[in-house]
Each structure stands twice: as C-alpha cells, then as structure tokens.
C-alpha cells in the first residue's frame, strides 16, 4: 500500500478531493481504488453507489497525486465493493475521460 484515505480539501464549502487507497502492483501500476460498503444489495449494492460525482472526487485526487511524480506511472482505477459479507474487487472500474 502507498496511501490510505488520500485527502485533497477544496475550500470550507466544498466537497475535496479523495482516495481510499492508493496501492502499486508488481509491474509498476499505481491502483486509485475507491472502497464502499453496503449491508445490502438493495439499489445496485456497493459498487452501483460509486456514482460519477464520487469517481470524479477520485480522478481529482489521482490528479492531485501525480503532480508530484515523474514520469508518470501507468494507472488505474479499481472499486473494492462490499456487500454485507461479500466482497468483489473491480479492476479498471472506471476511467478519467
């Protein structure tokens, strides 16, 4: 693991940036993974609730991350859902465009 709960704040009125952790696979890749949790699957379950906003937040502080390495490092951005006692990791989740 590289970061844990990586926070960017934005301004006292407004919501920052933010990332559960941030982890690098054997080859190099940084991993931005958002973690959520949900006692019931109700509504799409955990990984249903990472909604545009909330991956914005994410790419924001990858964003914010990366300003301070050279070259940058391939990356991505997986979801860890936890569904009561279930728990499913989504690769490559989502992406920055």
């Known amino acids: 693991m590289v970061e844990r709960n990586y926070r960017v704040a ?5 919501r920052g940036a ?6 690098r696979t054997q080859d190099g ?8 949790s949900r006692a019931e699957r109700d509504f799409g379950g955990a990984a249903a609730s990472v909604s545009r906003s909330k991956q914005q937040r994410c790419i924001r502080g990858a964003q914010t991350y990366l300003m ?17 006692n279930e728990l499913t990791w ?8």
């Open 18 to 23: 933010e990332v559960d952790l941030i982890m």
């Open 90 to 97: 989504i690769p490559a989740a989502f992406d920055a465009s």
């Open 10 to 14: 934005k301004g006292p009125s407004a």
């Open 68 to 84: 301070s390495i050279h070259p940058w490092p391939p990356c991505r951005f997986d979801v860890v859902a936890m569904d009561g």
């Open 29 to 36: 890749t940084l991993v931005f993974v958002e973690v959520r």
